[in-house]
């Protein structure tokens, strides 16, 4: 259970959504790459970044804040958004990014998807976001008729190495993680599955210690860690506490 702490980025800056909502964004930091330490510091062994004016744009559009954190931090650093071709996908890898989220592209062009994984296995993950169970696309600007499901079963077989499974309506806005979806989603696939959206508490660092969630990679955490309302340091121990219990 690895817990990936979040960084979006929208125009330069570390913010922090309610519901992908790019009208409602706080910033939190001014410097993408010391917060980037920051984590590191703290003890994290991932970190989840995101390029939100990419995701709309359909193309990187905080290329230089990505590569600022690269350059400040040594742990593996997973990035979404913006993320539609094979060029931007082995760009960003050979710039130090060690796994690439692919969106809006797995629902629009899975073939994109299977041959980005057999080039770089290991390295290409898919992200379903989603709305009411059904995927959304374009910077969650627009909802597909995909249910989380289908869409995860599709790349059963291409090598993918884990699925990051947003529930939108709680993204942000700290009401806890859509545990039925997202445990449902990784029972369906044997895809590593990460969890996403609405991670609030250090209660739910605690569910997600709880065995059911075994079948879980890890979850992302945003809003919660910017705010104090989960301790990193206590988090990362009872995580780590559980991995060792089951190693």
Known sequence: ????????????????????????????????????????????????????????????????????????????????????????????LAKGVSRVIIGTAAVRDPAFVREAARLHPGKIAVGIDAKD??????????????????????????????????DIARDGILKGLNFPMTLGLARAVSIPVIASGGLASMADIERLTQPDCAVLNGAISGRALYDGRIDPVEALALLRAVRKENA
């Not at 690895?2 to 929208?10: F, Q, S, V």
């Not at 169970?133 to 627009?142: H, K, N, R």
């Not at 995909?146 to 947003?166: K, N, P, Q």
Request: aromatic content about 8%; hydrophobic content about 45%; overall charge negative.
């Open 133 to 166: 169970g059904l995927v959304a696309v374009e910077g969650w600007a627009q909802t597909s008729t995909l249910s989380a499901e289908e869409l995860g079963r599709r790349f059963e077989d291409a090598g993918v190495a884990a699925i990051i499974y947003t």
């Open 1 to 92: 259970m690895i817990l990936y702490p979040a960084i979006d980025l929208k125009e330069g800056r570390c913010v922090r959504l309610i519901q992908g909502d790019m009208d409602q964004a706080t910033i939190f930091n001014d410097d993408p790459a010391d917060q980037a330490a920051t984590f590191e510091a703290q003890g994290f062994e991932w970190l989840h970044v995101v390029d939100l004016d990419g995701a709309f744009a359909g193309k990187p559009m905080n290329a230089s804040a990505v590569e600022d954190i690269l350059k400040r931090v040594t742990i593996p650093v997973q990035l979404g958004g913006g993320i539609r071709d094979m060029k931007t996908v082995e760009g960003w």
